[in-house]
């Protein structure tokens, strides 16, 4: 679903007039910001600068439904990223430690605004199976955190990130079919999600399980939409400020992330200029 869509369903199940869109390329503009109720920040680069100016009233969100669906919190407590976990997770966990991880993310327009945005999602996605930047250095003490670009191109970005136990690859790449795909491995299985930015639409065969044996595992999600569920929650944060400041502090660790991932990034690429 593209944003232009997004903006469209939600707009018939909320009041729009409640709701302000921030696109890429918008400029901050601080009496627009001031006039919302509701901010929706989409692939915003600045987005923690939404976050410092949000009075405890204000609703500041990343536009990022998915994580609203029962899928998101199933596949985080599937995919256990460090030895910081408790034996009851390893048990229920159809993969075990993670010891790889693939996400690529992909679309047609090839603008800079859509990397950004595509950029935005990737860094979201490593926040909500990583946690925080700071909790990741501190069971990974021996390694550096700092990505490596593999591929650096206008419309291609490849990251890999290489901790004691796992590596980790991230692919965003514009100009071609949408795509948000995403792989686990473990010592005790696999999964795949092929389109995990619309669980609502990742019905067999577009989801799998597998264990150590190859084996196929059954599973069950729930079909509602992602979308209705992250109006719900729209209309939740109006009086939940638990809610408002859980969103502020998945901008935070986002935002951290993306800046991890556009550093290196920029540095790969001038360490390739001045060789």
């Given at each position: 679903?593209?944003?232009?869509?997004?903006?469209?369903?939600?707009?018939?199940?909320?009041?729009?007039?409640?709701?302000?869109?921030?696109?890429?390329?918008?400029?901050?503009?601080?009496?627009?910001?001031?006039?919302?109720?509701?901010?929706?920040l989409d692939g915003r680069k600045d987005a923690a600068r939404f976050v410092e100016h949000?009075?405890?009233?204000?609703?500041?969100?990343?536009?990022?439904?998915?994580?609203?669906?029962?899928?998101?919190?199933?596949?985080?407590?599937?995919?256990?990223?460090?030895?910081?976990?408790q034996p009851s997770v390893e048990l229920s966990s159809p993969l075990g430690l993670l010891?790889?991880?693939?996400?690529?993310?992909?679309?047609?327009?090839?603008?800079?605004?859509?990397?950004?945005?595509?950029?935005?999602?990737?860094?979201?996605?490593?926040?909500?199976?990583?946690?925080?930047?700071?909790?990741?250095?501190?069971?990974?003490?021996?390694?550096?955190?700092?990505?490596?670009?593999?591929?650096?191109?206008?419309?291609?970005?490849?990251?890999?990130?290489?901790?004691?136990?796992?590596?980790?690859?991230?692919?965003?790449?514009?100009?071609?079919?949408?795509?948000?795909?995403?792989?686990?491995?473990?010592?005790?299985?696999?999964?795949?999600?092929?389109?995990?930015?619309?669980?609502?639409?990742?019905?067999?065969?577009?989801?799998?399980?597998?264990?150590?044996?190859?084996?196929?595992?059954?599973?069950?999600?729930?079909?509602?939409?992602?979308?209705?569920?992250?109006?719900?929650?729209?209309?939740?944060?109006?009086?939940?400020?638990?809610?408002?400041?859980?969103?502020?502090?998945?901008?935070?660790?986002?935002?951290?992330?993306?800046?991890?991932?556009?550093?290196?990034?920029?540095?790969?690429?001038?360490?390739?200029?001045?060789?």
């Open positions: 679903m593209t944003c232009r869509q997004l903006q469209s369903v939600l707009n018939q199940l909320l009041d729009p007039r409640e709701m302000t869109w921030w696109g890429p390329e918008d400029l901050w503009d601080e009496a627009r910001f001031e006039v919302g109720q509701t901010h929706l949000a009075s405890a009233h204000q609703t500041v969100v990343d536009v990022t439904p998915w994580l609203s669906h029962p899928l998101a919190k199933q596949l985080s407590n599937w995919i256990t990223p460090t030895e910081n976990h010891r790889r991880m693939s996400v690529a993310l992909s679309g047609p327009e090839t603008a800079p605004g859509p990397l950004d945005r595509l950029k935005w999602q990737g860094a979201t996605t490593l926040a909500h199976f990583w946690g925080p930047l700071e909790k990741v250095a501190a069971v990974n003490i021996q390694t550096a955190i700092a990505p490596e670009v593999l591929a650096s191109k206008p419309q291609l970005i490849v990251w890999t990130i290489s901790t004691l136990q796992q590596v980790i690859t991230l692919e965003v790449a514009t100009g071609l079919p949408p795509r948000a795909w995403c792989e686990a491995v473990g010592p005790m299985g696999s999964l795949v999600v092929d389109g995990f930015l619309d669980p609502s639409l990742a019905a067999k065969p577009r989801f799998w399980v597998h264990d150590a044996r190859g084996i196929p595992r059954a599973e069950e999600f729930s079909p509602v939409s992602e979308v209705e569920l992250f109006a719900q929650d729209l209309r939740l944060a109006q009086h939940d400020s638990a809610l408002r400041e859980h969103w502020k502090t998945r901008i935070q660790r986002t935002s951290q992330w993306l800046e991890i991932l556009e550093k290196s990034a920029t540095e790969s690429t001038l360490g390739r200029f001045l060789r």
